[in-house]
């Protein structure tokens, strides 16, 4: 049995790998997926194997396929209800479980331990609980922030707060280790549960919607690390190996997403949201020009090469496929089509990729935000769909601003723009757009489905 779990083990682990590897560009990310679970599949019967040869009690295992077929269940309902604009909420969701199973798992295991245990594993499961309640309630915050059901909660009292909970974090374990603290390791793991906790909230709640994205990739990461503990405490080849590349990817991804917004970590974890309210204030007060739908479908039987830039907005109003109806159209008319794509475009990594995706926009036309940039100028006419904050030229302009320094897609280069928006609102960091009142920027106000819907009529009766 050792050996049809060790090869399972090995199988599943070389899913994972296999599975993230497709998972590295956008047009296999999908068959990566698939992989991936049949790989955690591998490792779900590798277990039961183990269960099996250990003789488990009926009752303890009809517990265990409960659990799993209620999982089956939920999960799949929750995926086919999901909208594409509440995927970011989804999946902070579900990396709440991840982190909700670590911390249960250390708990469990401190509840039988009666007696002092081995530094080595004393350190793994306080970790792997810290680590688990830190992601489980840093990511229902996260979550409730996304829906809109929570606001932003930042001050000198919460980053205080939060500085002297990691310190006594830290000193509990080691006054525990040296026979100073008189309770027992089930008490300290309970506290450090609690601890944990109450540090995933304080730690999510200062954070700015702007920066959410790299706080979900962070949590995440978090979440690995936690699972990869409790793998090495239970001797789990597939936890730790799962754990150690999701822990990895997480925070490759971090980086990666605070490079593309020009922040630091430190930044985005200590809440910094600089500007936000004089930014809300003044774009009530741009001088903009305002088109509609007739002008927007002249500008574009005018223009040769086009480029649409996608945002959460599109999303919102379910513009996706139209955007497709759109293409066809202007592909039947001999002009180029491309989407440009900011890397935190959306809520969360990848969203506009997956948004995209589900309209049956094939990946070849699909450009990165530098690749892009190199000949902006080319482009006759820009289509900024609910998008905002990664087109706004104050991230080059104004020192003063929350994004200055962040990477964006140079519209403001292009030879015209037409930005379609509800209204003059600002958008997810909360500062004016100076695209706006650029020469060549028009604003097509409306919902962006229904304007779209419109134009694509137009273009038909003109074909």
């Not at 331990?113 to 840093?138: C, E, H, R, Y």
Request: a positive charge; glycine letters at 8%; one cysteine or more.
């Amino acid at each position: 049995m050792n050996i049809i779990m060790n090869i399972g083990y090995l199988l599943a682990s070389f899913s994972f790998i296999t599975g993230l590897k497709l998972m590295s560009s956008p047009k296999h990310a999908s068959k990566g997926n698939t992989i991936a679970a049949v790989g955690m599949l591998i490792a779900i019967l590798s277990v039961f194997t183990g269960i099996i040869s250990e003789k488990i009690n009926y009752t303890n295992l009809g517990i265990i396929l409960t659990a799993i077929v209620l999982g089956i269940v939920v999960g799949k309902q929750m995926a086919f209800k999901v909208k594409m604009t509440g995927m970011p909420q989804m999946v902070s969701l579900l990396n709440a479980t991840g982190g909700g199973c670590a911390m249960l798992l250390g708990w469990i295991e401190a509840i039988q331990i009666n007696t002092t245990i081995a530094i080595g594993p004393q350190i793994l499961l306080n970790l792997g609980t810290i680590t688990g309640a830190i992601a489980f309630s840093g990511s229902i915050i996260a979550y409730l922030k996304l829906s809109g059901k929570l606001k932003d909660r930042n001050s000198v009292f919460i980053n205080v707060i939060s500085k002297i909970l990691v310190i006594i974090c830290v000193a509990l374990p080691i006054a525990f280790a040296a026979s100073v603290l008189p309770i027992s390791f089930f008490h300290l793991t309970l506290i450090l549960l609690v601890l944990g906790l109450l540090y995933g909230i304080i730690f999510v709640m200062p954070i700015g919607g702007a920066d959410m994205p790299v706080v979900i990739s962070l949590l995440n990461s978090i979440t690995g690390i936690a699972t990869a503990l409790a793998g090495l405490l239970y001797d789990n080849k597939t936890m730790i190996a799962g754990g150690i590349f999701v822990g990895a990817a997480g925070i490759f991804l971090t980086i990666l997403m605070c490079k593309a917004m020009n922040r630091s970590l430190w930044k985005v974890i200590a809440g910094s949201n600089k500007s936000k309210q004089q930014g809300a204030q003044t774009s009530q007060q741009q001088v903009i020009q305002e088109t509609n739908v007739s002008e927007t479908v002249t500008k574009l039987l005018l223009s040769k090469k086009i480029g649409i830039v996608p945002g959460y907005g599109m999303a919102v109003a379910q513009a996706q496929h139209t955007c497709f109806q759109l293409q066809k159209l202007l592909q039947g008319q001999d002009k180029t089509l491309d989407y440009i794509i900011h890397p935190v475009a959306g809520r969360m990594p990848g969203h506009m990729n997956v948004l995209l995706a589900e309209a049956k926009i094939d990946y070849d036309y699909l450009k990165e935000m530098h690749e892009a940039n190199d000949y902006i100028q080319e482009y006759d006419l820009l289509l900024v769909i609910g998008a905002n904050d990664v087109v706004n030229p104050v991230a080059e302009t104004n020192p003063e601003s929350s994004i200055y320094g962040m990477p964006i897609i140079k519209a403001h280069l292009s030879k015209n723009v037409i930005v379609f928006k509800r209204s003059m609102n600002p958008g997810y960091a909360g500062i004016a757009n100076e695209l706006f009142e650029k020469e060549n920027c028009q604003l097509l106000f409306g919902d962006a489905q229904t304007n779209l819907q419109e134009i694509v009529e137009q273009m038909k009766v003109l074909n």
